[in-house]
């Protein structure tokens, strides 16, 4: 983002937030085999970027001193090959937010926001869940607690997306149950479906959207984030996301 000279409001720099965030998050979670090998201890001090248009990059810090915009974590590939890949990646996405929350709050230093207009930013960035909440799931345990679990076993979870009744069929995209006598349960349903969190994207839940379920970590995903189409759900039996599916390559090899 560029001030040049044009005012700037909290809400510029929050979709500048907002973006970056989602480049990062699709670094750590559909885009895990290509940055897991990007991040070669081999190589110097290496930083995670999350960039404006909602795609990252792994690179050498910036030259010059100062930066234009705040550093994030260095060295985040010397620790690769030392530690669990799971808690590796959750360091990464715990530097990730706080670079994240510097640039939000350079930009608003930056551009002279006052005190409200500080706290309105600060307000819409908390209102989405962190990066290390969506690499670790953390963010789908809360919405479980929030919500009243399902007295019925064949349901994983009262917070996620229902299933398709066909049996090969991994996906959903039916957002509110159809039985009018119970409008009470449906009203919790679909407040249910606006807390499920994308384990892609970090995204809400849309009811015209289609979805498919994690059957090794249970997530549930945008189709359109790990390139499923509903043609192509009805023939997975056992759906397994790219983070999952990375996990065991890297297992056996």
Known sequence: MDGGGTHRTPEDVFRDFRARRSGMIKALTTDVE????????????????????????????????PPELPEPALGINFARDGMDEKDWLSLVAVHSDAWLLAVAFYFGARFGFDKDSRKRLFVMINNLPTIYEVVTGTAKKQTKEKTPKSSSKSNKSGSKP??????????????????????GGEEEEEEDHENTLC??????????????????CEAWFHGKCVKITPAKAEHIKHYKCPNCSGSSKRARA
Do not use: H
């Open 34 to 65: 290509k940055f897991y090998q990007q991040c070669d201890p081999e190589k110097e001090n290496l930083c995670l970027y999350g960039l404006p248009n909602e795609t990252w990059e792994v690179n050498l810090p910036a030259e010059e001193v």
């Open 199 to 216: 384990g892609s994207c970090g995204d809400n839940y849309g009811q015209d959207e289609f979805w498919i379920c994690c059957d090794a």
């Open 162 to 183: 229902p299933r398709q009744p066909e049996p090969n069929s991994r996906g959903s995209k039916m957002p509110r149950p159809k039985d009018e006598d119970d409008s």
